[in-house]
């Protein structure tokens, strides 16, 4: 069962699971069991809520998702929010110390060529760099295809950030 309220997303910890005692008339198919899994608890650690369980119910197999399973980015994904990939370099990803769940701004620097006038009134091209910010507090949801927990100070170095953004930040982006 859960042993805690464990909210569609989630990252599952042995601390959010407990074996419980149940009628066995009222064990339905497919639950998961002591009998049939004991392992249960530690297979389940590190896997993601597919829905919302609440304490004390019991965890059917097709509420959870592994990392890398079918479905896994819609587990992790807040209910309508898109996943969207950018492209990324480690000089603009804080040096690969962007991880999963961190949040960060989306800022897009562009060169464009404009004309300028001199003291004399000759037309000259200067090179013009500017900076906007496009998209604020956005949650990173992996970095290149994997989503993975990264101990203290280690940096993951990838060419691809998944972001997760509603609809109309898609189209922004």
């Avoid at 994904?77 to 989306?106: C, K, M, Q, Y």
């Avoid at 037309?123 to 295809?145: E, F, H, P």
Wanted: charge should be negative.
């Amino acid at each position: 069962v859960a042993a805690t309220d464990i909210p569609v997303g989630q990252k599952i910890s042995s601390e959010n699971l407990a074996w419980r005692a149940y009628p066995k008339e009222s064990v339905a198919p497919g639950m998961i069991t002591k009998d049939a899994q004991a392992k249960a608890l530690e297979d389940m650690s590190g896997a993601f809520a597919r829905t919302d369980i609440p304490a004390g119910s019991p965890i059917f197999p097709n509420q959870v998702v592994q990392a890398g399973d079918n479905h896994f980015m819609a587990a992790v994904l807040t209910p309508g929010a898109r996943a969207a990939a950018l492209p990324i370099a480690e000089e603009s990803a804080a040096g690969g110390f962007i991880l999963p769940n961190d949040r960060v701004d989306v800022v897009m620097t562009k060169e464009e060529q404009v004309a300028t006038y001199s003291a004399s009134g000759q037309q000259q091209q200067k090179t013009r760099i500017s900076t906007t910010t496009v998209l604020r507090n956005i949650r990173v949801l992996a970095v290149d295809q994997e989503y993975k927990n990264v101990k203290e100070g280690e940096a993951i170095k990838g060419a691809t950030a998944t972001l997760e953004l509603w609809p109309n930040q898609v189209e922004r982006l």
